[in-house]
């Protein structure tokens, strides 16, 4: 048998039952669509909060203080970074041993009214350095950031977050050469830096930077600082800092015990498996949810085929009689099976695809629709259409042509 | 030529054997138009399917053109119905969603013949039986019974095989279209020299062969010359 009779065949025989076919057809589409779907929302899912962990910096690791413990170590704790045990001199130091560092920022953070004009808010007030805004990936849209000249002059300078640009001056308008007012001392607005979006929990825009040493001196009053960011020149590297960065602050802490460290480090790389963790077994929940009806969209593909096998079986029986052998019967009904799959993964994929996209469109969830998933949807129509086609396949070919031929 | 030598079938069903044929011996020369006739229950099928190659025997021999086909596998049958045996059933069995040409070119798709060559030998044999031309490209069901029957003889002879069985090939027609159908194998006989048996239960459809075979109860009870031959007279 030719491969374009074998077309001809398939294209034959489901045509003279359009309704059953279509409906055995629609099975699939189900089937495929929503595993699609709900793969494409899975990783949208997942790209979007491994968006908002790179939002923050890439290849980051970050020190932050240990717990506050009261006088003699007492049982009350203020919680994890809230205990004054990092000093600039400890930024320094990793800055001046750690050399696989590309860039050391340690930041001074905390809330303060801020007035100018007449209005006021209240928001977070960082005092930092020059190379924050290239480790923690922070653009400025107008002005300048807070330059290491700011930092050795202790300039009253301030940079805004566009939220905090909106409280005070409102929304669109250029606050630089403005004097904002941060506990009773005037700042010089400098620059405005871009929008960075939320990222659920804290709005990363809402903000005022200012030099390290001005808060230290001014504001704050001492010099202890509350974050020290360390960028690694690749993610492979992340690792070996974190390590290093540990020993030499125990060895700077005097402390000998791990365990008793007054700081922490963290490792964004960290963050970033456990968040994709845990979206990749969403992901799997999704998808394995909707196979269970691409399943049934096979069991439906089978019932048709056993029907089909049990109607035609004159036909079959005359084909036999006439030199048909096995193997052309059997692969004729398994090409229609597979042609029943194959159409129902070429139109569950375009559902599939339509359907998360006015997901995103309606509810504003993202959605990646990813080439291996449709692969992947395609390939598992196709098997699905030769698991399910096998055995009415099967039993046609097996059909002794003396029955085939008697049968009414 | 056809050689049954001491056929012998068996059925089981449960724990009874019934032996349907019983010792069954004739041969048939090429160009011999023979009858095989008989009540029905007289083992006429069984003896059809086995020299159709539809079946094996249970013990015996069974020479079709020189070849043993009493050991064969399923599909080894296949190829020598394929390359040796034309049918004509008494239900026509034609694909009913399929042209003419369609049905009478099917044979040759399992032979793998391209399909141009095909057509041009489906059309060259729907010719030779005086097929109506402008009915070849009409569905088989939208056909009368006798023309659907002479689909299937066109369907029969596509493939030129050695022998052309017929099994009650006039049993759904009424007698007028059934005297069109045995006219044509007679012409298929005399001009073309064909091999045909004829299966029937009916001694009017059986009178229009050269000879006749009868067979009752599994055994022959006789085999010789039609000496009342019908003959029709093919004037189309």
């Known amino acids: 048998m030719i491969l374009s009779d074998l077309f001809h065949e398939t294209y034959a025989a489901l045509s003279a039952n359009k309704v059953r076919s279509g409906l055995t057809i629609l099975g699939i589409v189900i089937g495929i669509g929503s595993v699609v779907a709900m793969i494409s929302i899975g990783q949208g899912a997942a790209g979007s909060i491994q968006a908002s962990i790179q939002s923050i910096g890439s290849n980051l690791v970050m020190v932050q203080p240990g717990f506050q413990r009261g006088a003699g170590a007492g049982p009350v704790s203020a919680g994890r970074g809230s205990a004054t045990t990092l000093k600039q001199e400890d930024a320094d130091a990793i800055q001046k041993e750690i050399t696989q560092a590309l860039a050391v920022a340690p930041e001074i953070s905390r809330r303060y009214q801020i007035t100018a004009k007449g209005k006021n808010t209240n928001t977070q007030v960082i005092g930092t350095v020059a190379s924050y805004s290239q480790v923690r990936n922070v653009q400025v849209d107008l002005g300048s950031f807070i330059s290491e000249q700011n930092v050795r002059a202790l300039s009253k300078v301030a940079v805004l977050g566009p939220t905090t640009r909106d409280d005070l001056f409102g929304e669109g308008t250029n606050p630089v050469g403005e004097t904002i007012r941060v506990n009773r001392v005037d700042f010089k607005v400098i620059g405005l830096t871009q929008s960075k979006g939320g990222t659920g929990f804290t709005n990363q825009d809402d903000i005022i930077f200012v030099p390290i040493s001005t808060a230290q001196r001014f504001l704050a009053g001492d010099a202890y600082v509350t974050t020290i960011s360390v960028q690694a020149k690749d993610a492979g590297s992340l690792a070996t800092i974190q390590q290093e960065i540990t020993d030499l602050l125990l060895q700077r802490h005097n402390i000998a015990d791990a365990q008793l460290a007054d700081f922490q480090v963290l490792n964004q790389q960290d963050i970033v498996q456990t968040a994709s963790a845990v979206t990749n077994t969403m992901t799997m929940l999704l998808a394995s949810i909707a196979g269970i009806s691409l399943i049934v969209g096979g069991i439906g593909i089978m019932n048709m085929m056993l029907t089909t096998v049990t109607e035609r079986t004159r036909e079959i029986g005359l084909r036999k009689a006439i030199g048909a052998k096995r193997k052309d019967i059997s692969l004729q009904f398994l090409a229609e099976a597979v042609t029943l799959t194959f159409i129902g993964g070429l139109i569950g994929i375009i559902l599939g695809w339509a359907s998360s996209l006015a997901v995103t469109a309606f509810t504003g969830i993202a959605t990646k629709v990813s080439l291996p998933a449709i692969a992947l949807a395609f390939g598992v129509s196709a098997a699905i259409g030769i698991v399910f086609g096998y055995y009415p396949a099967r039993r046609a070919a097996a059909l002794n042509p003396i029955e085939a031929l008697r049968y009414e | ?236």
Request: include cysteine; aromatic fraction near 6%; charged fraction near 25%.
């Open chain 2, 1 to 236: 030529m056809i050689e049954c030598k001491n056929i012998v079938k068996t059925y089981r069903s449960g724990e009874i054997d019934t032996q349907v044929l019983k010792n069954i011996s004739f041969k048939i020369n090429d160009n011999e138009f023979v009858a095989i006739m008989g009540p029905s229950g007289s083992g006429k099928s069984t003896l059809m399917h086995i020299i159709g190659c539809l079946d094996t025997p249970t013990s015996g021999e069974y020479l079709l053109d020189g070849q043993d086909a009493s050991k064969l596998s399923a599909d080894e049958l296949a190829d020598v119905r394929r390359q040796k045996i034309g049918f004509v059933f008494q239900a026509f069995n034609l694909l009913p969603r399929a042209t003419v040409l369609r049905n009478v070119s099917l044979p040759l798709v399992y032979a793998a013949v391209a399909k141009e060559e095909r057509e041009e030998r489906a059309k060259e044999t729907l010719r030779a039986s005086a097929f109506p031309e402008g009915f070849w490209h009409h569905y088989s069901n939208q056909l009368s019974g006798g023309m659907m029957q002479r689909v299937a003889i066109a369907r029969a002879l596509v493939n030129n095989p050695a022998l052309i069985l017929a099994d009650e090939p006039t049993g759904n027609l009424d007698t007028k279209t059934g005297a069109v159908v045995l006219a044509t194998f007679q012409l298929l006989h005399q001009e073309q020299g064909r091999t045909i048996v004829l299966i029937t239960h009916e001694p009017y459809v059986a009178e229009h062969a050269e000879r006749i075979i009868h067979i009752r109860d599994g055994e022959i009870v006789s085999d010789g010359v039609n000496r009342n031959r019908r003959l029709i007279n093919n004037d189309h």
